[in-house]
């Protein structure tokens, strides 16, 4: 049937993704049940009227042979399967091991040849003061080592990248793939693994600094030297994974993070995040140039401690972000030199979803987080942190997605990029929970019938990817991180799923 679309209203529109389970190509690299799946995806496009979905590209499946030897066939054929249905793929550079994080029911290490060279090397990994390692992702500081049979970490990222692109050729020519984001730490996303549930961190502990292995140390030690204070040191005094900033020297009030010594230190862990962003994105940059796909880069959303003046559990993971100073504005800025997009996640939260203890402020995190990319003039996409099936959080999620509500006579002022829900299972099709769901993505496509194949017509026409015209400075940063403030919001959604 011809589709019945209000070309003003469709300007409103926001396309709905949904996330493939983790081990859809399972750790030995099978694509197992495509029955199963093909069944469940043409429901969401035929009776939900999603536009694509999202799945982790795992570096440890496909690169698990040893150096180079790649095998995409189970991807291949998942895509070609995804791609016939007519659904659009956004696809993840996954770097990390999958397990260990919220959600993880399986669990894919990063390659074993990379992992033998950690048995003799452990400082290839993340470690905390301790000296624990954190295994799920190579620390920042390996990035352009060639320890890796003769490869840096950056340049085994930007050869994985490019033969995805040789062997995708023809679903990103033919508009299958619309999206490329790019892992660029635990989870797939910029941070540090400063809050890993395996070494015991629970919820809303302030986490852990991540730059206690010896190459990160070293730099650290040089960068304090050139700032004329060798005397300078790693902090010794932020505490354990689960404590109270108060609890902590560095944390308190008027802790070490106010001194000179601690705002050094947290511009130095902030910055090498930011840098290492800059240099992976930089290198899908030049392998993606020319060809039409966005890319992408996701960013954690630490809304635990939120309002606490230290903002502790942020700093931990390496977003350098206080009341006098922004920690998102610079990594916007970052991907703007990259012409890429934001993700960034919790959309589905409520301030009062969490204990008065947690000091938790999501809804207040969400609208800093997205103001400063539109401010930086990117595009922002989104999802849920944790699973969601009631009208409660579809809500939330849709005022994020139009925070000023959609406009009858055009494009909106203020409108994501792109929701991505979390994620596929049985329990989404359950009556009920797929009504909503139903519901939501109706909402989300601004009450417009289906779904519209047509980008363009929602002022969303993906173009070549341009090379950058200038590099990321530290000065780019330090001007970012001034304060801005953030946009309005409105009170609640004017498109509720139960309204």
């Given at each position: 049937?011809?589709?019945?679309?209000?070309?003003?209203l469709?300007?409103?529109?926001?396309?709905?993704?949904?996330?493939?389970?983790?081990?859809?190509?399972?750790?030995d690299?099978?694509?197992?049940?495509?029955?199963?799946?093909?069944?469940?995806?043409?429901?969401?496009?035929?009776?939900a009227?999603v536009?694509?979905?999202?799945?982790?590209?795992?570096w440890?499946?496909?690169?698990?042979?040893g150096?180079?030897?790649?095998?995409?066939?189970?991807?291949?054929?998942?895509?070609?399967?995804?791609?016939?249905?007519?659904?659009?793929?956004?696809?993840?550079?996954?770097?990390?091991q999958?397990?260990?994080?919220?959600?993880?029911?399986?669990?894919?290490?990063?390659?074993?040849?990379?992992?033998?060279?950690?048995?003799?090397?452990?400082d290839?990994?993340?470690?905390?003061?301790?000296?624990?390692?954190?295994?799920?992702?190579?620390?920042?500081?390996?990035?352009?080592?060639?320890?890796?049979?003769?490869?840096?970490?950056?340049?085994?990222?930007?050869?994985?990248?490019?033969?995805?692109?040789?062997?995708?050729?023809?679903?990103?020519?033919?508009?299958?793939?619309?999206?490329?984001?790019?892992?660029?730490?635990?989870?797939?996303?910029?941070?540090?693994?400063?809050?890993p549930?395996?070494?015991?961190?629970?919820?809303?502990?302030?986490?852990?600094?991540?730059?206690?292995?010896?190459?990160?140390?070293?730099?650290?030690?040089?960068?304090?030297?050139?700032?004329?204070?060798?005397e300078?040191?790693?902090?010794?005094?932020?505490?354990e994974?689960n404590?109270?900033?108060?609890?902590?020297?560095?944390?308190?009030?008027?802790?070490?993070?106010?001194?000179?010594?601690?705002?050094?230190?947290?511009?130095?862990?902030?910055?090498?995040?930011?840098?290492?962003?800059?240099?992976?994105?930089?290198?899908a940059?030049k392998?993606?140039?020319?060809?039409?796909?966005?890319?992408?880069?996701?960013?954690?959303?630490?809304?635990?401690?939120?309002?606490?003046?230290?903002?502790?559990a942020e700093?931990t993971?390496?977003?350098?972000?206080?009341?006098?100073?922004?920690?998102?504005?610079?990594?916007?800025r970052?991907?703007?030199?990259?012409?890429?997009?934001?993700?960034?996640?919790?959309?589905?939260?409520k301030?009062?979803?969490?204990?008065?203890?947690?000091?938790?402020?999501?809804?207040?995190?969400?609208?800093?987080?997205?103001?400063?990319?539109?401010?930086?003039?990117?595009?922002v996409?989104?999802?849920?942190?944790?699973?969601?099936?009631?009208?409660?959080?579809?809500?939330?999620?849709?005022l994020?997605?139009?925070?000023?509500?959609?406009?009858?006579?055009?494009?909106?002022?203020?409108?994501?990029?792109?929701?991505?829900y979390?994620?596929l299972?049985?329990?989404?099709?359950?009556?009920?929970?797929?009504e909503?769901?139903?519901?939501?993505?109706?909402?989300?496509?601004?009450?417009?019938?289906?779904?519209?194949?047509?980008?363009?017509?929602?002022?969303?026409?993906?173009v070549?990817?341009?090379?950058?015209?200038?590099?990321?400075?530290?000065?780019d940063?330090?001007?970012?991180?001034?304060?801005?403030?953030a946009?309005?919001?409105?009170s609640?959604?004017?498109?509720?799923?139960?309204?």
């Amino acid at each position: 049937m011809a589709a019945n679309y209000n070309e003003k209203l469709l300007l409103n529109y926001v396309p709905v993704y949904v996330m493939l389970p983790l081990g859809v190509v399972n750790v030995d690299n099978v694509f197992a049940d495509p029955e199963t799946l093909e069944t469940q995806l043409k429901r969401l496009k035929e009776e939900a009227g999603v536009d694509g979905v999202m799945v982790d590209v795992w570096w440890g499946i496909i690169e698990s042979k040893g150096p180079k030897q790649y095998d995409w066939t189970a991807y291949k054929t998942l895509f070609q399967l995804i791609a016939r249905l007519g659904l659009k793929i956004q696809a993840i550079m996954s770097f990390h091991q999958c397990g260990g994080n919220v959600g993880d029911i399986v669990t894919i290490p990063i390659p074993q040849w990379v992992r033998d060279v950690g048995d003799n090397d452990p400082d290839i990994y993340y470690t905390n003061r301790k000296g624990t390692r954190d295994i799920e992702y190579l620390s920042i500081g390996v990035d352009n080592l060639p320890l890796f049979a003769g490869r840096t970490a950056v340049q085994i990222y930007s050869d994985y990248m490019s033969s995805f692109k040789e062997n995708m050729a023809d679903l990103i020519e033919a508009g299958a793939i619309v999206d490329i984001e790019v892992g660029l730490g635990p989870a797939g996303e910029l941070r540090y693994p400063s809050y890993p549930q395996s070494q015991g961190w629970v919820f809303p502990g302030i986490g852990e600094f991540q730059c206690y292995d010896k190459y990160l140390k070293k730099d650290f030690k040089e960068a304090a030297a050139k700032a004329g204070h060798p005397e300078w040191d790693l902090p010794e005094d932020a505490g354990e994974y689960n404590d109270k900033p108060e609890d902590t020297g560095f944390f308190k009030r008027n802790g070490t993070y106010v001194s000179e010594e601690g705002k050094f230190f947290l511009t130095w862990y902030s910055n090498k995040l930011i840098f290492h962003g800059d240099q992976i994105i930089g290198e899908a940059n030049k392998i993606f140039a020319g060809l039409k796909v966005n890319l992408a880069a996701k960013v954690s959303g630490i809304h635990w401690l939120y309002n606490h003046h230290s903002h502790a559990a942020e700093l931990t993971a390496g977003y350098y972000n206080l009341f006098k100073r922004d920690g998102y504005r610079p990594i916007a800025r970052m991907l703007s030199k990259h012409y890429g997009i934001l993700n960034f996640t919790c959309l589905e939260m409520k301030d009062t979803d969490n204990t008065a203890e947690a000091l938790s402020a999501p809804q207040e995190l969400v609208q800093e987080v997205l103001s400063k990319a539109w401010k930086e003039g990117i595009e922002v996409a989104g999802e849920n942190a944790l699973e969601t099936y009631g009208a409660k959080g579809y809500n939330q999620i849709l005022l994020n997605a139009r925070p000023n509500g959609v406009n009858p006579n055009g494009k909106p002022k203020l409108r994501m990029y792109g929701f991505t829900y979390l994620r596929l299972s049985d329990t989404v099709f359950q009556e009920d929970n797929f009504e909503l769901f139903k519901k939501l993505v109706r909402k989300m496509h601004a009450d417009q019938d289906n779904y519209c194949g047509d980008a363009a017509k929602y002022g969303h026409e993906i173009v070549p990817l341009k090379t950058p015209n200038s590099q990321l400075t530290v000065e780019d940063i330090a001007d970012a991180a001034q304060p801005s403030g953030a946009f309005k919001w409105d009170s609640e959604t004017d498109m509720k799923v139960d309204g």
